[in-house]
């Protein structure tokens, strides 16, 4: 009976991934279905108009199509970044590079990623931090996804906050908002792929943001945690090390199978 229960456990654990990968395709058929159809259907549209020889268009409309263009196809080329960083992180063939990395120098370029929302975060990082040990162009799109997420619940009046400080041998950057924030029963299930936060199914984006943040924030070794923000809101924690207390390295990318 012990070793029939022992090859019924292996033959489970050997099960698990194929389930979860059948899992992750039927997920994203079903976010390929909409998400990454909406974005294209506005472009072809856009750019329809654009064509057509029959209407006569003023300049304003036509730098309006084109803008409408752009911004769709801005808007799918993430969306299918974070379905291949995602599906590269799971297959360990992301190509990581870390080392000490100032917080400041990773911070800035996150803040111009964002474009003019961008002036709704306040930034409060002390001139003094050590660096952290990270790879500096997945910490900034750590970043830029978490202060996207800050940004769109924080209520007017209410900017983003990015803090920065340490903790015994920890680095530690607090995205903060003081929105509506998430019940503490669901902290698991706003990580999971695929997943949003509740009254947000109509809203653009396949719910990847925070999934690939914590994978990203995980694959330089570190932690990407929630808590409640005091007086009400979410604060997203990314734990790094401080670079003197864990090696730099690279780590290339897994070749692809043939």
């Known amino acids: 009976m012990a070793v029939e229960q022992h090859r019924l456990a292996e033959a489970a654990a050997a099960a698990r991934p194929i389930a979860e990968a059948g899992q992750m395709r039927a997920a994203l058929l079903a976010t390929a279905d909409h998400d990454l159809r909406a974005p294209l259907a506005a472009a072809k549209a856009a750019v329809g108009g654009l064509r057509a020889s029959d209407v ?13 263009a752009y911004a769709s196809l801005d808007q799918l080329t993430r969306l299918v970044d974070d ?5 590269r992180l799971q297959a360990g063939q992301l190509p990581l590079r870390t080392g000490p990395t100032d917080i400041r120098d990773v911070v800035v370029p996150a803040l111009a990623s964002l474009g003019p929302p961008a002036a709704q975060v306040r930034v409060m990082i002390p001139v003094a931090m050590p660096p952290a040990v990270a790879d500096p162009a997945l910490l900034e799109r750590v970043l830029v996804n978490l202060l996207s997420n800050a940004i769109r619940y924080s209520p ?23 929105g509506p ?21 109509t809203s653009p984006g396949t719910g990847l943001g925070l ?15 929630p808590e409640d923000t005091p007086g009400g809101g979410l604060t997203m924690i990314v734990s790094l090390s401080a670079a003197g207390t864990a090696p730099a390295r690279a780590v290339p ?6």
């Open 56 to 68: 006569a268009r003023r300049p304003e409309q036509v730098r309006e199509l084109a803008a409408d």
């Open 83 to 87: 379905l291949l960083d995602l599906s």
């Open 156 to 178: 007017a009046g209410s900017p983003a906050t990015v803090t920065a400080s340490t903790l015994g041998d920890r680095v530690e950057l607090r995205i903060i908002d003081q």
């Open 181 to 201: 924030g998430v019940s503490e029963t669901d902290w698991d299930r706003i990580f999971a792929p695929f997943q949003r936060r509740s009254g947000e199914s």
């Open 211 to 225: 999934a690939l943040s914590r994978g990203l924030t995980e694959a330089m070794h570190g932690t990407l945690t």
């Open 253 to 258: 990318a897994a070749p692809s199978p043939d």
